[in-house]
């Protein structure tokens, strides 16, 4: 279960790391635009070789539920986001990060019932996570720490996202040793849909809003 654990750690790590970058170099919007367009390909790629195979076991009308009620995951909390912090600015910014923990989450989750069926850890798949929250954690924070969120504040933040995905890795190895029917195909399709969600929604406007057409 450690093993899970860590690794959930190791594979959001970059969320922390590229958060607090964001308080610490001054990222011109131009950037921020851009990096979060790379990071939406990232995350489409991820979505299209990866997620979506992981849930090849699932027929399609499955397959669209739990891609649906993970859409509807990202935008009940993207809802809740809006009426605490507004749909611009600070507003926009959670919005991404919403969609982190709708898409961080699941995927640990994934992590954690590899780790316990021995299944092989997909090397593309940890990577495209890793690379894709990069972006996906610098475009928030750069506007959040323009809007006078202290390293403190920013890190608490992600580093609380950060363990929530060592803790679902965790939670997974338990379901998988433990339940029989426990399996990724139905956590990678809800991935999926709160990805494609965040996406449409709050990461591509985001990015090119700042980044313009080259986003």
């Known amino acids: 279960m450690l093993d899970a654990f860590l690794l959930g750690l190791a594979a959001q790590s970059s969320l ?21 367009g790379f990071g939406s390909g990232a995350l489409i790629a991820a979505v ?3 997620l979506i195979d992981e849930a090849a076991e699932l027929d399609n009308i499955e397959l669209a539920v739990w891609m649906l009620f993970g859409a509807a995951l990202f935008i009940g909390g993207d809802y809740v986001v809006e009426r605490r912090f507004g749909s611009e600015g600070q507003g926009g910014a959670m919005g991404i990060v919403v969609g982190s923990v709708v898409d961080g989450v699941p995927e640990s989750i994934i992590f954690g019932i ?28 750069a506007d959040l720490a323009a809007g ?10 992600w580093g609380a996202v950060v363990v929530a995905a060592g803790a679902a890795a965790a939670i997974g190895y338990l379901a998988a040793s ?14 999926a849909g709160g990805v ?20």
């Open 148 to 157: 006078g969120w202290t390293a403190r504040r920013l890190g608490t933040l």
């Open 48 to 50: 299209s070789f990866d």
């Open 114 to 141: 590899q780790v316990a069926t021995g299944y092989p850890i997909s090397a593309s798949f940890l990577g495209s996570v890793w690379v894709s929250n990069i972006p996906q954690s610098i475009a928030p924070s």
């Open 16 to 36: 922390l790391i590229a958060g607090l970058f964001a308080v610490w170099v001054n990222v011109p919007a131009r950037i921020v635009g851009l990096l979060g």
């Open 178 to 191: 433990n339940l029989a029917v426990a399996d990724g195909d139905r956590m990678a399709a809800l991935a």
């Open 196 to 215: 494609l969600a965040m996406l449409t929604t709050s990461l591509m406007p985001f990015s090119q809003e700042r980044g313009g057409s080259l986003a």
